[in-house]
């Protein structure tokens, strides 16, 4: 009697959507003392996992 296939149930480590926020959060020309856009952009990429987040005077985000 032949092997029967296994079925493939893995799942991506990233998704198409985490994919395309590391591109474009790569691509985002945030240099050192100018990085506001870099963390708005991930701070809303993360917003609908997050509970509560704090920006600091030095512009660091944590949540």
Known sequence: MPKQKKKNTSKDIITENSF???????????????????????????????DDYIVDPYGSVAA
């Open 20 to 50: 395309s926020f590391l591109k474009e959060y790569i691509n985002n020309p945030s240099p050192t003392g100018f990085e506001s856009s870099g963390q708005q952009m991930w701070l809303d990429y993360i917003r609908p996992y997050i």
